[in-house]
């Protein structure tokens, strides 16, 4: 069966794709480290200020225009590489919450340096995440910014997901091709079944289970939601998904307040034809810390997520050369009953491009400098690097273990023999008197 288009009346969410973005892990944005990132072809560093309140800038020193890649980031001052110009928030001299050049070798700092302000986007931290308000032109104040849409909270406890009976691990991955297609690919459900049914663990997920469902689609300002039920099974939600606009997918094995399987999946449109994808994948087993370690839980699980990622990459490579060579148009496609939500996406994406033209506002031509773009990649799964890593610390871990297991059976073997011979060794041992 084909869907023509929604049934429902066109009430797309009205957060289009400037906007709030998860663009970071809080854990991954360290202290006196810059984390570089793009969006939209647009070069940005995030790092911490001296209040350790992350700061997202345009990655572009104002002095000559370098990048900060290469530069430092001591005690919340940022410093360029190219003539150690310093930038801090502690010189508000002229405005609130700029970041301005607090040093740089000049005979006449006063009328020249003070000037000199980072360009940024409000960035804030919140449930573990950072997020920025990306709007495609960076101010050297974030109060100079009209911020359209608050950030609402969009975690799995926001759906009634129990947080306190759970625990998550991330993992963070980079591809190039394009960043909507990832986002199709998580509200796809179909596939979960068929490409990664020999990957994923589990009994009811795979080529043998693969089914048609029953489908509800809910839309609103915020969200694009949508329940599965299994035919005949009204009452018991199978997977739910929800979209959350720009970027943000998260899947629910189950209903929210019973899922045993949560994924956060944010998608961050690096450039074009190249995206990062953080999926925070939650669970509700195996929560005692030193049993995680001891298994290497989360290695394990960087493992299994590395291998879904590279079984999408070919499909995501081909869907995308075939759309921007022609040969395939998104109206040609036949979609099934399943692919409502692709459907809707689809929608809008398509209002939110015409309105806000996003891929416009820093063009990328045939003469861009790909330097920003090549440096960025971390782990695109063409390249299996990290994935060998990753099995390297984990059967270097495993060997650790089985060598402490055997020492210590050797130990409870021979110890008590061991003890034994020190023991008549020294019965054995003549006493020698000492003389007056
Ligand atoms: S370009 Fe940054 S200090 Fe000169
Ligand atoms: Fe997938």
């Not at 980031?73 to 930038?87: D, F, L, Q, T, V």
């Not at 006449?108 to 495609?136: M, S, W």
């Not at 911020?147 to 591809?175: H, M, Q, R, W």
Request: proline share 5%; hydrophobic share 35%; aromatic share 12%.
């Amino acid at each position: 069966m084909t869907v023509e288009s929604p049934t429902e009346k066109a009430i797309t969410p009205s957060v289009g794709l400037l906007g709030w973005y998860s663009v970071c892990a809080s854990q991954l944005l360290k202290q006196n480290e810059l984390y570089h990132l793009s969006m939209y072809n647009e070069p940005l560093v995030i790092y911490r200020d001296k209040e350790n309140k992350p700061r997202c800038i345009k990655d572009s020193c104002p002095h000559r225009s370098a990048s900060f890649r290469g530069g430092e980031s001591k005690n919340g001052e940022i410093i360029c590489p190219y003539h150690g110009a310093r930038y801090t928030t502690s010189c508000n001299q002229d405005g609130f919450d700029r970041i301005t050049c607090n040093h740089i070798v000049d005979s006449d700092y006063d009328n020249f340096a003070k000037y000199l302000h980072l360009r940024q986007y409000p960035c804030v931290e919140q449930g573990d995440y950072i997020y920025i308000y990306y709007t495609g032109e960076a101010k050297t104040s974030p109060n100079d910014f009209k911020i359209n849409s608050e950030l609402e909270p969009s975690l799995p406890e926001t759906y009634g997901f129990d947080l306190a009976d759970s625990k998550f691990e991330e993992v963070f991955i980079d591809f190039k091709c394009d960043w909507s297609r990832i986002i199709e690919n998580h509200l796809d459900i179909l596939h979960i079944f068929w490409l990664h049914g020999n990957t994923l663990p589990g009994n009811d997920v795979n080529r043998e289970t693969i089914k048609s469902f029953n489908q509800t689609i809910n839309k609103d300002q915020y969200h694009l939601r949508s329940v599965y039920n299994e035919k005949g099974n009204k009452k018991e939600e199978f997977i739910s998904q929800i979209f959350i606009p720009p970027g943000r997918v998260i899947i629910f094995k189950g209903s929210p307040e019973q899922a045993r399987y949560v994924q956060v999946l944010d998608h961050i449109p690096l450039a074009h034809n190249r995206a990062r994808i953080i999926v925070r994948h939650y669970r509700k087993f195996l929560k005692n810390k030193f049993l995680c370690k001891l298994l290497l839980f989360k290695q394990r699980q960087q493992q299994v997520f590395y291998k879904i990622f590279s079984e999408d990459y070919l499909v995501l490579q081909t869907q995308t050369f075939n759309e921007q060579m022609g040969y395939m148009h998104q109206g040609q496609n036949k979609l099934l009953a399943e692919d409502k939500m692709i459907k809707h996406f689809w929608d809008w994406h398509q209002q939110s491009i015409e309105k806000e033209s996003p891929w416009t506002i820093h063009p990328t031509s045939a003469h861009t400098n790909t330097i920003h773009q090549d440096m960025l990649m971390v782990y695109p799964p063409a390249n299996p690097q990290l994935s060998h890593d990753v099995q390297r610390i984990i059967d270097r871990k495993v060997a650790v273990r089985l060598f402490s297991i055997v020492i210590i059976i050797l130990a409870f073997i021979f110890a008590p023999n061991l003890v034994q011979q020190i023991k008549s060794g020294n019965d054995s041992i003549p006493m020698v008197e000492t003389q007056e």
